[in-house]
Nanobody, 124 residues
Framework: QVQLVESGGGLVQAGASLRLSCAAS????????MGWFSQAPGKEREFVAA????????NYADSVKGRFTISRDNAKNTVYLQMNSLTPEDTAVYFC?????????????????WGQGTQVTVSS
């Protein structure tokens, strides 16, 4: 069983930065590819970024390339999302997902484990 807990969301102004964290309660965290997804009100969950279990490969949505960085610390069972140059369009609930020993794909249905989400609100 994999339990995920996100933190780090908040209310910020446009142009600001936030760092989200997702702590995993699981054995062999280094065998899980981790992803970040966002969901705005009335919209479907969208891919943001993912990082392979080994940490050597990342994948980003075009909308966040150059602004967001995903990283992981396998010693701390934690994955991070550094979010810079935030815009109001980034406002959403951000979820982390986990999948076992797969590539960092953008399809949310490939991630069987999810956290409860953390709210990010960016004001103009």
């Amino acid at each position: 069983q994999v339990q995920l807990v996100e933190s780090g969301g908040g209310l910020v102004q446009a142009g600001a930065s936030l760092r989200l964290s997702c702590a995993a309660s699981v054995r062999s965290f280094n065998r899980y590819t981790m992803g970040w997804f966002s969901q705005a009100p009335g919209k479907e969950r969208e891919f943001v970024a993912a990082i392979k279990y080994s940490g050597g490969l990342t994948n980003y949505a075009d909308s966040v390339k150059g602004r967001f960085t995903i990283s992981r610390d396998n010693a701390k069972n934690t994955v991070y999302l550094q979010m810079n140059s935030l815009t109001p369009e980034d406002t959403a609930v951000y979820f982390c997902g986990a999948q076992y020993l797969l590539e960092p794909v953008p399809e949310s249905n490939k991630y069987p484990y999810w956290g409860q989400g953390t709210q990010v609100t960016v004001s103009s």
